[in-house]
């Protein structure tokens, strides 16, 4: 009877290593994480660094080429990075140093997020701009914001913001996240969701406390020819449970990988000794998990204990704990001596046939916490003791083929991928095959795709079935001051991935694309338009335009008939132009939607003064705004909306993207 009390003590193992699991990310770097440089100023939460909007677009449409060929648009993330007023003007570009790092950091003030910008200047720079309202121009650096609140907050941080540009890591991004400001929030809904977790038996997995152990978050992302690869490193407060975790010895082997089953999706093997449990477990365990693609999720796993005695006592009075707050009975769940193998006894653990014994007895739906707990509530698990090995299993099969390689003393397994792309001595490691977990999902995809509609439904998931790719490979340390995750997606695992995705993917790039030239015509127009006034304020009268294809900037044309737009002097010597001899900017913008690279923008001048700018819009056909625009009525007026490019009419609709005098 006692080894039937001792066989069920590693089922919450697993459900810790299945959150590990899901949580695992992080680059190939050897160097420890470095402790965040943290804004202390009030509200501030955390920062991006990068290595400047183009230079980080660039690189990701790189990778994206290299993941799916000719369906990635250039300067992808151009509306990730969005002027603020006109800041981004071709002159604040020119002056910015492009041998450092910008630094975006994040703001909270009265529950709204905003942002601020660090940008290096090159040496002197900083006499040839001028500043706008949300654009500080110091000696070798720009603030930019969002608003000027955020820029009056930034000015009276610009010493600490200075110091963490020039002094924080630097991958393709890096983010950082400061736990403190978030304290407060974390203290007023922590005892809500422990609550709601208590009702439902699960309060022992509420992660909120473990947020409280947290003094920062840092995330590294760099992308190469072979993979992306991610670092997620977590900085515990001093004196927590969590900080403790963090001075673990090196892993050296992982003898229990031998004794798991064989090659599942998700395979993981660790040497991480929890501190409040040194005195039952030892600090070694393997696991894994299969995906057959038809019938129930299997898994398996092996823990082994100091002290068989103690772990099972208080395994089984956490699990009476949680089935009682249910009403539910551990006796329903545990069934002793239901098979034996290899002379080993096997018991089982069937917690949603103890919850549906315990279904409230009144009619109407149940409590929602009960509802939740038989939907988390784990398949029948055997259990199994021999030696000082804890199994088990959610299948026969499986306990059946760890405890015959247990009593044949079976030798080292291959070492996980994981072990072979990050060689040392961590703690943890992981190889997930995110194809045979896809493959498992081939159906609930399939119904998904058919709910979600085109272009989702088009999707063929049958290809899964033919893929081959190399598995995520994840590891974890806690050996550095910080508890840091890994990550390595194969370059082969995304190409897999978006075979399958691909129309989808390429579909929401096609969106993406033209909202970012819709962005992109809309800066470059509110850059036009400060030239435009700047232009009048010296000459009394705007730039002229023409309708003649050898008087203009560059001929533009709508169904064979011309369009206005800047006209350019026959006579070099006496053009006044926006760029020459003054330059009110530097260059004529080329237009996203135009029908040549260094096609400009329309532009249509009229007495009295006023101006209207446009461009033909993705439908890549000019709709005649110009000739509904009139300076003496309130703009924008409602014949000039008609003729608008409207998104709410579809991403690529008719319409022209105009700016105008008001």
């Known amino acids: 009877m006692k080894q039937n009390r001792l066989a069920p003590c590693a089922l919450r193992g697993a459900i810790a290593i299945l959150a590990a699991a899901a949580l695992l990310s992080a680059a190939k770097a050897k160097a420890a994480p470095a402790v ?19 230079a980080l677009s660039a690189k990701v449409q790189g990778y994206g080429q290299q993941v799916m060929p000719g369906k990635v648009p250039p300067d992808v993330l151009r509306p990730l990075f969005p002027g603020s007023g006109s ?31 660090y940008v290096p200047l090159k040496a002197g720079s900083d006499s040839t701009l001028k500043g706008i309202p949300t654009m500080a121009v110091k000696a070798d650096h720009l603030l930019v914001s969002s608003n000027p609140a955020a820029l009056t907050k930034a000015e009276a941080l610009d010493g600490e913001f200075r110091s963490i540009n020039e002094e924080a890591p630097m991958a393709d991004v890096r983010a950082c996240l400061n736990m403190a400001p978030l304290e407060s929030k974390i203290k007023e809904t922590g005892p809500q969701l422990k609550a709601l977790a208590g009702q439902a038996g699960l309060e022992a997995m509420n992660p909120f406390d473990r947020a409280a152990e947290l003094g920062a978050v840092s995330l590294d992302i760099q992308l190469a020819r072979e993979g992306a690869e991610f670092q997620l490193n977590a900085f515990p407060r001093a004196g927590t449970e969590l900080a403790k975790l963090c001075d673990q010895p090196p892993a050296g082997a992982f003898p229990l990988a031998a004794f798991l ?21 030892e600090p070694e365990g393997a696991m894994e998990l299969m995906f057959p693609g038809k019938g129930p999720m299997s898994q398996a796993q092996i823990i082994k204990m100091k002290d068989v005695e103690k772990g099972s006592k ?75 090995y804890i199994l088990t299993a959610m299948g026969s099969e499986q306990m059946d083929a760890m405890i015959g390689k247990i009593q044949s003393n079976a030798v080292q397994a291959e070492p996980l991928a994981a072990q072979k792309v990050y060689p040392g001595t961590a703690q943890a490691y992981a190889d997930i095959d995110l194809v045979k977990i896809l493959q498992c999902m081939e159906p609930f995809l399939g119904m998904a795709a058919m709910a979600a509609g085109p272009p989702v439904k088009a999707l063929d998931y049958s290809a899964l079935k033919n893929l081959s790719a190399p598995p995520l490979c994840a590891m974890a340390e806690f050996s550095t001051g910080a508890v840091s995750f890994k990550l390595y997606i194969p370059l082969e695992t995304a190409k897999a991935i978006a075979s399958v995705g691909g129309n989808v993917a390429a579909a ?32 009394n009268a705007y730039p002229a335009f023409t309708l003649n294809p050898k008087e203009s900037i560059f001929p533009l044309q709508s169904g064979g008939k011309p369009v206005p737009t800047f006209r350019a002097s026959p006579d070099p010597k006496k053009s006044l132009t926006l ?44 709709d005649g705004v110009w000739e509904v625009y009139d300076p ?31």
Do not use: H
Request: charged residues 20%.
């Open 36 to 54: 965040p440089t943290l804004v202390a100023g009030e509200g501030v939460v955390g920062y991006v660094k990068y290595a400047s909007p183009a």
């Open 87 to 117: 800041w981004d003007t071709p002159e604040v570009l020119k002056a910015v140093d492009p041998a450092k790092c910008w630094t975006a950091f994040m703001l909270i003030d009265a529950g709204k997020f905003s942002w601020v910008g």
């Open 261 to 281: 089953p064989g090659a599942g999706a998700i395979r993981a093997i660790w040497r991480v000794q929890i501190p409040s449990q040194a005195a039952v477990y």
């Open 314 to 388: 208080q395994w089984v009075d956490e699990m009476t704990k949680q089935l009682s707050a249910l009403g539910a009975k551990f006796e329903e769940a545990y069934t002793p001596n239901v098979r034996q193998s290899g002379g080993v006894s096997i018991s089982k653990i069937d917690c949603a046939a103890a919850l549906k014994k315990a279904m409230p007895a009144a009619k109407g739906p149940a409590p929602p916490a009960f509802n939740m707990a038989q939907m988390f509530a784990p398949p029948p698990v055997e259990l199994a003791m021999t030696g000082n």
């Open 508 to 539: 929401n790039f096609e969106e993406a694309d033209t909202r970012a030239k819709v962005s992109r015509a809309q800066s470059d127009m509110r850059s036009l338009a400060t030239a435009i006034e700047a232009y009048f304020v010296d000459n």
């Open 579 to 622: 760029t020459t001899p003054i330059a009110y900017i530097a260059r004529y913008p080329p237009d996203p939607f135009g029908q040549g690279k260094e096609q400009t923008y329309g532009y249509f001048s009229i007495e009295p003064p006023g101006w209207i700018l446009f461009s033909p819009g993705p439908d890549g056909a000019y």
């Open 632 to 662: 003496l009525v309130p703009q924008p007026s409602a014949p000039l909306l008609a003729k608008a490019y409207d998104p709410t009419n579809g991403t690529v609709s008719g319409g022209d993207v105009f700016r105008c005098k008001q």
